[in-house]
């Protein structure tokens, strides 16, 4: 009877405490972690919205140290999934089961913001201060939630993360519902897209996005459940940027918001200093790019993809002859056909491979850039985007990677394209490289691309007869499952449907009802040590 009596007093001590100490409400901020949801939206409640949203705990976006570090064998994992399902390909990868950074990764993120700009029709683009993943800020729905979104001109549609994902991903980043926007629509149709670890699946919903003072509604894929991927990155979803029709930039088109359907986009090296990165809509911002654009026509249906007239190293030519290379914002590292990469690192003096070609070692001091030529132009990267830091053991390693995705066809992601101000041209069908203006107030120690005149053919000598590649919506270090495509060539691959239940349930409601568990527990474990 002594027992039960100070097990009663112990619940009541407890219970009386949860009363003191209630849930925080949405519109209160905490200082230890922060609140994604005070990014660029109102955090009151919508009044016509059929249930109130309780909100969720979220990780502030703030540039800091991050507590674990990726090694570089973890990032080119991770990237090689992906693009072996983006490209419709099957290459030899590692396990997922040996990517310590799964496991590991802390639960915070780190953002380098980029500085406003000051063109029209144009919005920063941010990165995680790794120049892995590059991702602009886009409002969503009539109260304009604040979204982060990759940037990828290798997805075809465009998803976010819904206020009924239960997924830890979503747990820890802003998301997207009912509640937050009066305008919202669930057509009710399922929206799915198939990874090798999980899955992106939800429904189709018509709302409004804005990005860069252009708002259009247009239909996106809200999801309610999301692979825990996610979770390492700061992006809450993906903005298709590819040359189908139906994305977002054929409906700002559409409505006429701006006179031509392009886009520039310039990316910022994080060494560098503070981040100029932008993308602008409708034309190139000419304060980003000095001297003319030399431009290249797309050669593979709908795809950002255009003949490559060779690669050099040091000025050398590999001969690297009658080849496409896709130009992939959503990819970090290039790759390309294993002979040709080998014939690259053959002009690096002390470069060496231990796998078959696909990863090289090379010279940490090493200070010759990697060059990629386009029609007569040759466009050189900084040593710096080439040669990675030295790892543990004092080895460095060369960001050209011996991986083919596409037969016979190079992949140039943001390795090279940080060095260039890139033009994607949906109505003329070509893609311009200029050499990028130096912004002063970026480290003046710091290369910017630069072009010469190449001495190959030009790629209007380019043949016709080439492989084409099937872009899927999966983002840098997102792995997808690699299906093959039964689509005609140059079309893009319909997205896997997948039936899923929406909830309005949101994960804070998910999280306070683990507190009352939490409770519970300490409740029961006091009792068991008087009992």
């Known amino acids: ?282 034309a190139p911002n000419t304060a980003k790019f000095k001297d003319d654009i030399s431009y290249t026509s797309i050669q593979s249906g709908n795809s950002w993809a255009i003949p490559m007239d060779d690669v050099l190293y040091d000025g050398n030519s590999a001969g690297v002859k009658g080849r496409l290379a896709y130009i992939d914002t959503g990819t970090t590292f290039v790759f390309g056909p294993p002979d040709d990469v080998k014939a690259l690192y053959s002009l690096v003096p002390g470069s060496k491979t231990t796998d078959n070609g696909q990863t090289w070692t090379v010279p940490c001091d090493g200070n010759a850039s990697v060059a990629f030529a386009f029609a007569g132009k040759t466009w050189a990267a900084s040593s710096k985007d080439f040669t990675t830091p030295p790892n543990g053991d004092g080895v460095c390693f060369g960001n050209v990677y011996g991986m083919e995705f596409v037969p016979g066809a190079w992949l140039l992601g943001d390795m090279f394209l940080k060095n260039v101000y890139s033009v994607f041209d949906v109505d003329q069908k070509r893609i311009g490289f200029a050499a990028r203006a130096v912004s002063s107030s970026t480290n003046t120690a710091s290369s910017t691309g630069t072009s010469t005149t190449s001495s190959g053919a030009s790629s209007t000598a380019f043949p016709t007869t080439t492989s084409t590649a099937t872009p899927t919506d999966s983002g840098v270090g997102l792995v997808p499952n690699p299906t093959p495509s039964t689509n005609n060539p140059g079309t893009p691959a319909a997205d896997t449907a997948s039936a899923s239940t929406p909830t309005t349930q949101s994960s804070g409601e998910i999280l306070q009802g683990r507190s009352t568990y939490v409770y519970l527990f300490c409740v029961l474990a006091i009792i068991g040590i008087f009992v």
């Open 1 to 282: 009877m002594h027992q039960a009596l100070i097990s009663l007093q112990l619940l009541l001590w407890v219970t009386s405490a949860h009363a003191f100490f209630p849930p925080l409400p949405r519109t209160q901020n905490l200082e230890s972690h922060g609140s994604l949801e005070e990014r660029g939206s109102t955090n009151e409640p919508i009044p016509s919205s059929p249930t109130q949203n309780l909100g969720f705990v979220t990780f502030k976006l703030v540039q800091k140290t991050s507590r674990s570090q990726e090694s570089l064998t973890d990032k080119v994992s991770r990237a090689i999934h992906g693009l072996s399902s983006k490209y419709q390909s099957r290459v030899p990868t590692r396990s997922l089961h040996r990517d310590c950074a799964l496991r590991n990764r802390d639960n915070d993120y780190n953002v380098d913001n980029a500085n406003k700009p000051t063109a029209s029709n144009a919005v920063g683009i941010d990165q995680d201060g790794t120049d892995y993943s590059y991702f602009l800020q886009a409002s969503f729905g009539s109260e304009g939630k604040a979204l982060y979104m990759l940037v990828d001109t290798g997805a075809s549609t465009t998803w976010v993360m819904g206020s009924g994902c239960k997924s830890t991903a979503c747990e820890k980043h802003n998301t997207f519902g009912p509640n937050d926007s009066k305008s919202y629509n669930d057509t009710g149709k399922d929206y799915s897209v198939e990874y090798g670890s999980g899955e992106v699946s939800g429904h189709v919903v018509s709302d409004t996005i804005s990005i860069g003072g252009l708002e259009v509604t247009m239909p996106f894929g809200v999801a309610n459940v999301t692979s825990d991927q996610f979770a390492q990155f700061p992006f809450e979803g993906i903005l298709g940027l590819s040359m189908v029709p139906g994305t977002w930039l054929t409906y700002v088109k559409d409505a006429k918001l701006i006179d031509a359907n392009v886009f520039g986009v310039a990316l910022a090296r994080n060494a560098d200093g503070t981040n100029d990165g932008e993308i602008s809509f409708g």
